[in-house]
């Protein structure tokens, strides 16, 4: 800070005039892109927000953010009136940016016509409201913006100058809603009224003409008959607020549109609204209504009774007057009145939906409403402030929307509404899934960032793409912040699962082509081996192949007729045959009963190998009998979901169970050691010492690790669990097990 900087502390409470003054000293004869001069529009927008009655803070802001571009010092407000204005106009300088976009983004959907193009220009109007709520960090940012657009258009009509076509579209479709949600009514109806003389100005000079005709007329009887009412409601001692409802052009024309109505079949041109104490009270005042005046009983609503569905309640009555011609009245209590002007249902929820308002249309979600009515109310706790309690301000200052989202631009200023947090990558997955796919860079406002930098509500974003190609792995680390969109993710999942597959199926193919080399069958149609084997498709089988799921012994038997006969596996010399009894696989009896059935061939599954007392299940083969399974078997319970109707019931003979069979089974072992000398001979010894028959034996080393698989002959699973135990205690290895 240099010596002859001040304090912020100590810098007086900025003033109207004091502004409006420093404007006059460094604007010179600057103009506006409307013709506008400088001074003139600095002095109009700050009394526009000065009868709003908010700080003076703001009111100095309206009057400095047209001049900021015109200093050669940028910091030179910050100097005179403090960091808090300065601060207001570099955000109204941002929102005023933004608005020169808003006309192209309305512009920026598809231009075919029809229901899908209206749906997609409200969307787009809707999410830009939205962004320019959500860019301001501080609602008096946005209400010096009102306040601005409302004098632009007093200047233009009162030089009767024509403003380009986008600046009354813009005000009806996003400057009046955004006054309208906020509860400011004077910006509101002089917003939409302005716009609307420029927009329409053959039908709004004819409604206009309209009510001149009968302006004198019209509150001359407005007068009298809210004088008429107060007379009754003192001499029923009901305490009442009675008052006129002006009805403006822009209202009447919607409402014509909307109901399809002539000028002169209008009810509401003309009407009041009386807010009393309590319900009693409504119901006694609609009473001496009726008894003033002649109801016309179909323009009668009840809406205390019977609430509309967004929660509002009031009475509404139509009533001829003494003139023969129609006027409203709306009856409520101070709560009604509250809540239909600053509840989670305020009336402006349909209000806004457009021709078709009167249907009951909704435009916005109630997570919305919620925080737009919190802010309509604090506008309106904020006149209620004494100065002595001035700074209750500070509440307003902290007030923004707090919305869980950020609104960005597309190059041709489409609005995207992104989680806050989003990136470019979250933008362009947003845009199209082939778009985020080949992402490989971002400009944002002009400038090159990295892909996981956080976007700002407000910029435009553009997307640089590669031809072809895929989104990188490191996307979905969430460590990294490239996506915050759940919606992204699940396209970058879904990328990668595809990839994966093609993969597995590639991988697949490839191990069956050299199973089909090796047993001679090249020429073999793939789509019928594929339906033998009960897959839909060839790409079905490749890929369990691939994750090992499937046995390649079943693609084996497939290709033959017949079930080959088996080899006998050739068994190292040291591993000496002790068979202590037939084998299943030599043809012995499995020792298996299928449950109802007599004489059926069965044979023991080369993919499990059960052995007694394994759970077992029978699967019905074509032309070779019926395989028998362990329960738990994987390759059986994925044929079983295919072709539930070829599963019997099977289950071991007593004999086997009571251990009085001479059947012996093979099934296979797989020990995993560290590789030394000696294992095999130590592991040989097990089995010789167990009296077990190895019939094959697999074996592989990978770094210092050795991986054998023994198919060794047993009579029960007990003698398995025995060789598994003993085996566990060889030295050097780290597991052994039955092989699932």
């Known amino acids: 800070m240099t010596d002859t900087a001040v304090s912020p502390e100590l810098l007086p409470e900025p003033s109207f005039d004091d502004a409006l003054a420093f404007v006059r000293e460094h604007a010179s004869d600057a103009r506006l892109v409307s013709g506008e001069s400088l001074v003139d529009h600095a002095a109009g927008t700050a009394r526009i927000v000065q009868s709003l009655n908010i700080d003076p803070h703001a009111v100095a802001a309206a009057a400095l953010f047209t001049l900021a571009p015109h200093l050669d010092d940028p910091e030179a407000i910050g100097e005179r009136f403090g960091p808090e204005v300065h601060a207001l106009v570099c955000d109204v300088r941002k929102l005023a940016r933004l608005g020169s976009v808003s006309s192209r983004a309305t512009q920026a959907v598809l231009p075919e016509t029809g229901r899908d193009a209206q749906a997609a220009r409200r969307a787009q109007v809707e999410a830009l409201r939205k962004m320019f709520l959500a860019f301001a960090q501080d609602i008096r940012v946005v209400l010096i913006r009102l306040a601005s657009r409302v004098q632009t258009l007093r200047y233009y009509a009162a030089h009767k100058t024509e403003p380009s076509p986008d600046v009354p579209r813009e005000t009806l479709e996003i400057y009046a809603p955004l006054a309208n949600r906020l509860g400011i009514w004077q910006l509101k109806w002089e917003l939409e009224d302005l716009a609307f003389r420029f927009e329409d100005p053959t039908t709004y000079k004819r409604i206009a003409k309209l009510l001149d005709e009968r302006r004198i007329e019209r509150e001359s009887y407005v007068t009298s008959a809210i004088a008429r009412l107060q007379t009754e409601l003192a001499t029923a001692q009901i305490k009442a607020e009675v008052s006129g409802r002006p009805k403006h052009i822009y209202s009447i024309w919607k409402k014509m549109r909307g109901k399809e109505l002539d000028f002169s079949e209008l009810n509401d041109v003309r009407a009041f609204r009386v807010i009393v104490e309590d319900i009693k009270d409504c119901y006694t005042v609609l009473g001496i209504v009726h008894n003033l005046w002649q109801p016309v009983p179909r323009e009668f609503d009840d809406y205390i009774s019977r609430p509309k569905p967004n929660g509002y309640k009031s009475l509404h009555t139509v009533v001829i007057g003494d003139d023969g011609r129609a006027f409203e009245v709306q009856i409520r209590t101070h709560e009604m009145h509250r809540f239909a002007e600053y509840g989670v249902a305020a009336h402006w929820r349909y209000k806004e939906a457009g021709t078709r308002a009167y249907a009951g249309q909704?435009?916005?979600?109630?997570?919305?409403?919620?925080?737009?009515?919190?802010?309509?109310?604090?506008?309106?706790?904020?006149?209620?402030?004494?100065?002595?309690?001035?700074?209750?301000?500070?509440?307003?200052?902290?007030?923004?929307?707090?919305?869980?989202?950020?609104?960005?631009?597309?190059?041709?200023?489409?609005?995207?509404?992104?989680?806050?947090?989003?990136t470019a990558v979250d933008f362009a997955y947003h845009l199209h899934s082939e778009l985020g796919h080949r992402c490989r860079g971002a400009r944002v406002d002009g400038a090159m960032v990295p892909l996981?930098?956080?976007?700002?509500?407000?910029?435009?974003?553009?997307?640089?793409?590669?031809?072809?190609?895929g989104p990188s792995?490191?996307?979905?680390?969430?460590?990294?912040?490239?996506?915050?969109?759940?919606?992204a993710r699940q396209k970058v999942r879904a990328?990668?699962?595809?990839?994966?597959?093609?993969?597995?199926?590639?991988?697949?193919?490839?191990?069956?082509?050299?199973?089909?080399?090796?047993?001679?069958?090249?020429?073999?149609?793939?789509?019928?081996?594929?339906?033998?084997?009960?897959?839909?498709?060839?790409?079905?089988?490749?890929?369990?192949?691939?994750?090992?799921?499937?046995?390649?012994?079943?693609?084996?038997?497939?290709?033959?007729?017949?079930?080959?006969?088996?080899?006998?596996?050739?068994a190292p010399a040291q591993f000496e045959k002790r068979s202590s009894g037939q084998s299943v696989a030599q043809g012995a009896s499995t020792g298996v009963l299928v449950v109802g059935v007599d004489a059926l061939l069965t044979q023991l599954a080369r993919c499990c190998r059960p052995a007694p007392p394994d759970p077992i299940a029978g699967f019905v083969t074509r032309g070779k009998g019926m395989s028998i399974h362990r329960s738990d078997c994987a390759t059986f319970k994925r044929m079983a979901d295919r072709s539930p109707e070829r599963v019997l019931h099977t289950t071991w003979s007593a004999d086997v169970m009571g251990g009085r069979g001479s059947s012996v089974y093979p099934v296979d072992l797989a020990v995993e050691s560290a590789d030394r000398q000696g294992l095999l001979r130590d592991i040989s010894e097990v089995f010789a010492r167990e009296k077990i028959n190895v019939v094959g034996v697999k074996s592989q080393s990978r770094r210092n690790i050795a991986y054998?698989?023994?198919?060794?002959?047993?009579?029960n699973a007990a003698q398995i669990q025995r060789a598994c135990t003993l085996l566990g205690e060889v030295q050097g290895v780290i597991r052994a097990s039955r092989r699932a």
């Not at 990668?496 to 050299?514: H, T």
């Open 495 to 570: 990328w990668f699962n595809a990839v994966d597959a093609e993969e597995n199926i590639a991988a697949g193919r490839a191990i069956v082509d050299k199973t089909l080399q090796r047993e001679g069958k090249t020429s073999v149609n793939l789509d019928q081996l594929a339906a033998k084997l009960g897959f839909k498709t060839p790409e079905d089988l490749y890929a369990l192949v691939a994750k090992e799921e499937f046995s390649l012994r079943n693609i084996e038997q497939a290709l033959h007729d017949t079930p080959p006969p088996e080899p006998e596996p050739e």
């Open 362 to 422: 909704v435009t916005a979600s109630e997570k919305y409403d919620e925080k737009i009515a919190w802010l309509r109310q604090l506008l309106a706790w904020k006149d209620d402030v004494s100065d002595a309690e001035r700074p209750g301000w500070q509440q307003l200052r902290d007030a923004t929307l707090d919305d869980d989202h950020i609104y960005v631009l597309t190059p041709q200023a489409r609005v995207i509404a992104l989680p806050q947090g989003g």
């Open 708 to 715: 054998m698989q023994f198919t060794v002959e047993v009579s």
């Open 452 to 469: 996981n930098t956080p976007l700002q509500n407000g910029q435009t974003v553009e997307i640089i793409a590669v031809k072809e190609g």
């Open 473 to 487: 792995r490191d996307w979905l680390n969430p460590q990294l912040g490239y996506l915050h969109s759940a919606r």
